[in-house]
């Protein structure tokens, strides 16, 4: 699964392919950057500091591998290569080499203006959007995004090599920012080109979202988002509420296409704490779900009227009833409403349902899955924990759904009833909370008579 691009590159390896703008170029010469296994073997395992690793793409015949420079052990060097694409050379900090990687991890080849993404023939914009169910980030593909290739820099402008310089790794300042004029530079890196068409070479996108009039600043992302600017200044300074990097900075201002930001909002919206803010008790001081809320309320009254409106209980707020005796016996009668009250927390009979649709599943998934008449039974450990709280706090209920689970595995499943309650007995011996020997006692009187299990 690919992640969020949230890193920001150092450098350009000499070798690249594919020129990340405005960053300059370092000497890579010190690293092989034809094989992954040669890469992660720089690394892995050659010291305090070093570390390495490789990855086959199997989907396109791709790889990936990043290794700690050798000569300076807080950087690290990530080579992405594509057999019809070349490869990206890229120098990030050792700090953000394992991040940044994972982000390489599967169709990304190159990442440009702060995330949008290329596989080789789409554009796509930063990752944001995550999918629940399927486990993924959504893909949004920039409406038509053109490729820049440095044949079309070096076309549009002159640019003067002796000017520039590629830098050994020794002298790579990662907190300067890049001075001069880069296309000198790209002059020089393509005078090295021996192996690969400049028009071959991508460098970066181009987009009508991308363009300056699109672009809105921190005011406008706190606006999309429906939060204050304040807070969203607070937000990117402490580097919280996965702020996605910017597409720009003008004039010392970080700025992001404003796609990006309604995606980052739209993010916001679909998050856990915005779903939870949908069932928060409007009419009370607190910010508590509402079901808490109400059982808050509700045990709160139970309770000011068990203590207050009883003459003989009422008396015990005189001082000499002041005892850690006379406390104790409020509490456990406190503690006894509570604990006889199971019922009316929990909907017991609805929970007792839900286990039986649960078990059945698991029954039928046991049958596919062994394909025999007589096959066993596994439950999962999160079903076998409910029947287990189910037995411990509602007996009687549970009593009855041990009957009704067996009888319809047998009816709609085609299961033996000794399949299903020796199932019954191991999941709850394994997962449940109670001993062996009280489970066999509980389970000999609530399956029917003559059930062996």
Same mark, same amino acid.
């Given at each position: 699964?690919?992640?969020?691009? @949230?890193?920001?590159?150092?450098?350009?390896?000499?070798?690249?392919?594919?020129?990340?703008?405005?960053?300059?170029?370092?000497?890579?010469?010190?690293?092989?950057?034809?094989?992954?296994?040669?890469?992660?073997?720089?690394?892995?395992? #050659?010291?305090?500091?070093?570390?390495?690793?490789?990855?086959?793409? &199997?989907?396109?015949?791709? $790889?990936?591998?990043?290794?700690?420079?050798?000569?300076?052990?807080?950087?690290?060097?990530?080579?992405?290569?594509?057999?019809?694409?070349?490869?990206?050379?890229?120098?990030?900090?050792?700090?953000?080499?394992?991040?940044?990687?994972?982000?390489? $991890?599967?169709?990304?080849?190159?990442?440009?203006?702060?995330?949008?993404? $290329?596989?080789?023939?789409?554009?796509?914009?930063?990752?944001?959007?995550?999918?629940?169910?399927?486990?993924?980030?959504?893909?949004?593909?920039?409406?038509?995004?053109?490729?820049?290739?440095?044949?079309?820099?070096?076309?549009?402008?002159?640019?003067?090599?002796?000017?520039?310089?590629?830098?050994?790794?020794?002298?790579?300042?990662?907190?300067?920012?890049?001075?001069?004029?880069?296309?000198?530079? %790209?002059?020089?890196?393509?005078?090295?080109?021996?192996?690969?068409?400049?028009?071959?070479?991508?460098?970066?996108?181009?987009?009508?979202?991308?363009?300056?009039?699109?672009?809105?600043?921190?005011?406008?992302?706190?606006?999309? #988002?429906?939060?204050?600017?304040?807070?969203?200044?607070?937000? %990117?300074?402490?580097?919280?509420?996965?702020?996605?990097?910017?597409?720009?900075?003008?004039?010392?201002?970080?700025? $992001?296409?404003?796609?990006?930001?309604?995606?980052?909002?739209?993010?916001?919206?679909?998050?856990?704490?915005?779903?939870?803010?949908?069932?928060?008790?409007?009419?009370?001081?607190?910010?508590?779900?509402?079901?808490?809320?109400?059982?808050?309320?509700?045990?709160?009254?139970?309770?000011?009227?068990?203590?207050?409106?009883?003459?003989?209980?009422? &008396?015990?707020? #005189?001082?000499?009833?002041?005892?850690?005796?006379?406390?104790?016996?409020?509490?456990?009668?406190?503690?006894?409403?509570?604990?006889?009250?199971?019922?009316?927390?929990?909907?017991?009979?609805?929970?007792?349902?839900?286990?039986?649709?649960?078990?059945?599943?698991?029954?039928?998934?046991?049958? @596919?899955?062994?394909?025999?008449?007589?096959?066993?039974?596994?439950?999962?450990?999160?079903?076998?924990?409910?029947?287990?709280?189910?037995?411990?706090?509602?007996?009687?209920?549970?009593?009855?759904?041990?009957?009704?689970?067996?009888?319809?595995?047998?009816?709609?499943?085609?299961?033996?009833?000794?399949?299903?309650?020796?199932?019954?007995?191991?999941?709850?011996?394994?997962?449940?909370?109670?001993?062996?020997?009280?489970?066999?006692?509980?389970?000999?009187?609530?399956?029917?008579?003559?059930?062996?299990?």
């Amino acid at each position: 699964m690919t992640a969020p691009y @949230r890193y920001k590159a150092v450098a350009n390896g000499i070798r690249t392919d594919h020129p990340t703008p405005d960053l300059p170029f370092v000497d890579d010469s010190h690293i092989p950057i034809e094989d992954p296994v040669a890469v992660e073997a720089v690394g892995r395992g #050659a010291g305090d500091g070093m570390w390495g690793r490789e990855d086959a793409i &199997k989907e396109d015949g791709s $790889w990936l591998a990043f290794t700690t420079d050798p000569v300076r052990h807080d950087l690290a060097w990530i080579v992405r290569w594509h057999p019809a694409h070349g490869r990206s050379v890229v120098l990030y900090r050792d700090a953000d080499a394992s991040g940044a990687y994972m982000t390489y $991890w599967g169709p990304p080849l190159l990442f440009r203006s702060g995330g949008y993404w $290329w596989d080789g023939e789409v554009w796509y914009r930063p990752l944001q959007i995550f999918d629940r169910a399927s486990e993924e980030y959504l893909r949004r593909p920039v409406p038509a995004a053109s490729i820049t290739t440095a044949a079309d820099l070096l076309a549009a402008g002159r640019g003067e090599p002796d000017d520039a310089a590629v830098l050994p790794i020794s002298k790579v300042d990662v907190d300067a920012g890049f001075t001069g004029r880069w296309i000198d530079h %790209l002059s020089l890196w393509a005078s090295t080109r021996h192996n690969r068409d400049l028009d071959q070479c991508v460098v970066s996108l181009t987009a009508h979202e991308l363009s300056a009039d699109q672009l809105v600043n921190a005011a406008g992302m706190a606006e999309m #988002a429906g939060v204050a600017a304040s807070t969203f200044r607070s937000y %990117l300074a402490r580097g919280e509420a996965d702020i996605p990097p910017p597409q720009a900075t003008i004039g010392g201002r970080a700025m $992001w296409s404003r796609p990006v930001a309604e995606e980052w909002a739209e993010s916001r919206r679909h998050s856990a704490e915005s779903a939870a803010e949908t069932m928060v008790d409007r009419e009370g001081d607190s910010d508590l779900p509402r079901g808490v809320a109400e059982l808050w309320t509700r045990w709160t009254e139970i309770f000011r009227s068990m203590l207050w409106d009883h003459p003989d209980r009422r &008396k015990r707020w #005189a001082l000499r009833w002041r005892t850690e005796a006379a406390v104790q016996d409020i509490a456990k009668t406190l503690g006894w409403t509570v604990a006889a009250s199971v019922d009316r927390i929990v909907p017991v009979d609805d929970l007792a349902v839900t286990i039986q649709l649960a078990f059945l599943r698991e029954v039928d998934e046991s049958r @596919r899955m062994d394909g025999s008449e007589q096959h066993s039974v596994y439950l999962t450990p999160h079903v076998a924990r409910m029947l287990d709280w189910l037995i411990q706090h509602e007996p009687r209920r549970a009593y009855h759904l041990v009957s009704s689970m067996l009888g319809e595995a047998e009816r709609s499943c085609g299961a033996s009833r000794s399949a299903v309650a020796r199932g019954l007995h191991v999941a709850l011996v394994l997962d449940g909370h109670l001993d062996e020997a009280d489970y066999r006692k509980f389970l000999e009187r609530a399956l029917p008579a003559g059930t062996s299990f």
